[in-house]
């Protein structure tokens, strides 16, 4: 620890006590000389995991409670909670394809490499617990899905790590019903340390930038408002916080910025820019009698989970040997809604993986409490890709929803989403997968893009990183936590040397 860190406060301050935020706390702080304080908007709930609110802790179903904005497009959500969006989250993990480590690899170097990344993927997988689906979570529909994908000629894989097209199960963060989350993952132990506080409830508004470095953090709690100061400051506010917190510390576009009134500190026409998520269309389906009656009979088990298995397709577009598609059978209750009891909603979803349409995140003003414009950009290329391979898709799912054991437990529902639908109509049905990223992305330094670093420093400032999913310059063919849970083990020992 250098003097000047301790005379002006902790020697490091991670604003975003999310998936990243938790593994950087807790891993910044096993070394008792090194102070470390984690600065989360949202409540902690405390170290005594079955004290939480049961809503986050029900594996069963995705809580609408603990998010930044309640009334709004889908797309939009993110958990606002010590332990992020794994509070929130489908407790779904799964790896990516060697495609994106060398997209990660051209952007940040040879820390981003499938082989560089292995040590980290299993420290994650260990931490967090992740455990395979269990036998008796396998309702009747994931049971089918799992005869029909292998009729269709899918070799069975591993979900968890690294390999190739195929069908499986993947790895859960939930525990006999229990959605298992960063912070009770993380930070369970690491809470004693007396070098390592957590602040939640404290939400950070601002970075104070003075001659290309960040002087302090100005948080604020139960409307009190606070500096923080420290040697070194991690944002991992997420894709959507931490763009938002760069450009109100005037660090983005200095244009925007200007516009907004927010005096331009660096101008990094990345911020925001290269925003990234995966859309998904859901192919509804008849359930049959029995289908209901076996459904009703394991949610009397308390076992009915809404989806168990996935398949990674490759549909148009996709390079030799990888997919970009996840294919996902569903049955249970409604995501959204509700049906009339003993009736469920049962189907299946195609999800683009690698789409290469761009969104982008803007702030509609300089005022920390308007949230910002998050614009997903879905379907937008002008060569129309994303659409062509999604279509594609559900190719895949009508083909998997003709396979005996699917057909003989729901069958099609008229005006369902089909390869001949316009792209109006898609676009109009789309869904998300949850998985944005890519707001800070880490590029070469030759890249006007770039945002960060291979090791999260942001450009032209001597000492702030970012670390979390922003800095993914592309979506894994995955989905994210397990991801960005790596990415934050490797990234903290970045910050350490
Ligand atoms: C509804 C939903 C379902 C999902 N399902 C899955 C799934 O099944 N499997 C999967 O792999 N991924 C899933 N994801 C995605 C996954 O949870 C994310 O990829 C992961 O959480 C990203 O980690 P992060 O650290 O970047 O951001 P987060 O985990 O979102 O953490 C960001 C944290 O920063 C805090 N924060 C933001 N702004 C500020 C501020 N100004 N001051 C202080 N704190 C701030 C937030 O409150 C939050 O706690 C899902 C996400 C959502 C929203």
Not at 132 to 161: K, N
Not at 234 to 258: I, K, Q, Y
Not at 324 to 332: D, E, R, V, Y
Request: hydrophobic share 40%; proline share 8%.
């Amino acid at each position: 620890m250098s003097a000047s860190a301790r005379s002006t406060g902790h020697d490091v301050v991670v604003l975003g006590g999310g998936v990243a935020g938790c593994v950087l706390a807790a891993r910044l702080s096993e070394d008792p000389g090194r102070s470390v304080c984690l600065v989360e908007a949202g409540p902690d709930h405390g170290p005594r995991w079955r004290e939480w609110p049961p809503t986050l802790l029900d594996a069963h179903a995705l809580p609408r409670d603990h998010l930044w904005e309640r009334r709004t497009a889908v797309h939009r959500f993110r958990a606002r909670v010590l332990g992020g969006s794994s509070c929130v989250n489908g407790c779904w993990n799964t790896w990516g394809s060697t495609a994106d480590h060398d997209e990660w690899v051209r952007a940040g170097g040879e820390r981003w490499s499938a082989a560089a990344l292995e040590p980290y993927r299993r420290r994650a997988v260990e931490q967090m617990r992740l455990q395979p689906v269990p036998e008796h979570e396998l309702s009747a529909w994931s049971g089918a899905a799992l005869e029909s994908a292998r009729e269709l000629g899918f070799p069975r894989v591993d979900m968890g790590a690294p390999g190739g097209p195929g069908y499986g199960t993947p790895l859960l963060n939930a525990l006999d019903g229990t959605r298992w989350n960063a912070a009770f993952a993380y930070l369970g132990e690491a809470r004693s340390r007396p070098n390592l506080t957590v602040l939640g409830g404290t939400a950070a508004e601002r970075l104070i930038v003075r001659g290309g470095r960040i002087t302090a953090a100005e948080v604020v709690t139960d409307g009190r408002r606070n500096t923080l100061t420290a040697g070194t400051f991690v944002v991992a506010c997420g894709t959507f916080g931490s763009a938002a917190l760069l450009l109100r510390s005037g660090l983005g576009p200095a244009d925007e910025l200007r516009a907004l009134g927010i005096r331009p500190e660096a101008d990094l026409p990345g911020v925001g820019a290269n925003l990234t998520d995966q859309p998904g269309l859901f192919v509804p389906l008849a359930p049959t009698d029995a289908l209901n009656a076996a459904l009703a009979a394991k949610e009397r088990e308390g076992n009915l989970y809404v989806s168990r298995m996935l398949i990674r397709a490759a549909g148009e577009g996709c390079p030799e040997g990888s997919w970009n598609l996840h294919i996902l059978p569903s049955a249970g209750d409604p995501l959204f809604g509700s049906l009339p009891p003993g009736t469920y909603e049962a189907g299946i979803s195609a999800f683009l993986m690698k789409p290469v349409s761009r969104g982008r995140v803007r702030l509609r003003s300089a005022d920390p409490a308007e949230a910002p414009d998050i614009d997903p950009g879905f379907l937008s290329d002008p060569g129309g890709r994303d659409a062509a391979a999604l279509r594609s898709g559900l190719e895949i799912v009508e083909r998997l929803a003709a396979a005996a054991p699917l057909r003989n437990l729901a069958g099609p529902v008229p005006g369902s989403p089909s390869r001949e639908s316009s792209d109006a109509e898609l676009q109009a049905r789309l869904g998300t997968y949850w998985h944005p990223v890519g707001t800070c992305a880490m590029g070469r330094p030759e890249d006007p893009l770039a945002v960060t670093d291979g090791e999260g420093r942001v450009r032209g400032l001597a000492n702030l990183r970012v670390v979390d999913a922003s800095v993914l310059p592309t979506v894994p063919a995955s989905n994210t936590q397990l991801p960005v849970l790596a990415a934050a083990e490797m990234l903290a020992d970045a910050v350490k040397d």
